[in-house]
């Protein structure tokens, strides 16, 4: 009797040893997303605050693309709206990169605002912070990825449930696909005529090259 009941109470330290080395393991994961995303945020403020001094930059030389600067504009200011979680972060994010990436191609036109030494400078801060943010994004999905795992996987999701330690979101900017620039110069609907001494074909058939007569036979002797 005394041999089992030593048993019992083993088993149970062992398994509250096991629940609170889970439990901590849970807390030091969460915090490590916690932390990862406060980076992100610091990134991400960065980013914004280029971008609008970018969008000054270049109304200086291209006051009239007002359609391009507005769209920028709008979607830098949803993406600095408070309290988002990183899922919708992430949309916003892809939103305001659509828009950046319009005005750069807009700014590709205006070859003095692609040399000014502030623009040039902004680009650069721009990329390095971009890169920055990709590095820490990567860290923060490691992270998230090791949570969920923990939290979705028998046994420890059993402590997550009791502590309520939930699942994170992922960070992850989807790519916006976007159309090539078009240059037209307000001739869209101009058609340009072949070159001179071109004809082209009546029909898409195609022509017949005729075959040469056969070469003359010479008499035996000449």
């Known amino acids: 009797m005394l041999i089992a009941l030593l048993v019992i109470v083993g088993i149970v330290v062992l398994l509250g040893l096991w629940a609170v080395g889970t439990y901590n393991g849970l807390i030091k994961l969460r915090n490590l997303v916690q932390e990862a995303w406060r980076q992100i945020d610091v990134e991400l403020k960065r980013r914004h605050d ?8 270049v109304k200086g030389y291209a006051a009239h693309e007002r359609g ?10 949803a993406a600095m709206t408070g ?5 919708q972060q992430a949309q916003s994010e892809g939103m ?5 990436g319009r005005l750069i191609a807009v700014a590709e036109a205006y070859p003095d605002l692609k040399a000014n030494q502030n623009f040039m400078a902004l680009q650069n801060e721009l990329t390095s912070t971009e890169d920055r943010i990709a ?9 998230v990825r090791e949570l969920n795992t ?9 402590v997550a449930g009791m502590f309520n330690v939930n699942r994170a979101e992922y960070f992850e900017v989807e790519g916006v696909e976007r ?16 070159p001179s001494g071109y004809a082209a074909p009546q029909d898409s058939a195609p022509q017949q090259i005729p075959t ?3 070469p003359t036979q010479l008499p035996p002797g000449q």
């Open 150 to 158: 923990k939290v979705e996987t028998v046994p420890s999701n059993v």
């Open 96 to 100: 305001l990169s659509a828009a950046l």
């Open 135 to 143: 590095s820490a994004r990567r860290y923060y999905n490691a992270n």
């Open 179 to 194: 159309d090539p620039v078009k240059v037209d110069f307000g001739q869209s609907n101009y058609t340009i005529p072949p």
């Open 68 to 77: 391009t600067l507005e769209d920028v504009m709008k979607a830098r200011s």
């Open 83 to 87: 309290g988002q979680t990183p899922a």
């Open 50 to 57: 280029l971008i609008g001094n970018l969008v000054e930059t």
């Open 212 to 214: 040469p007569p056969p």
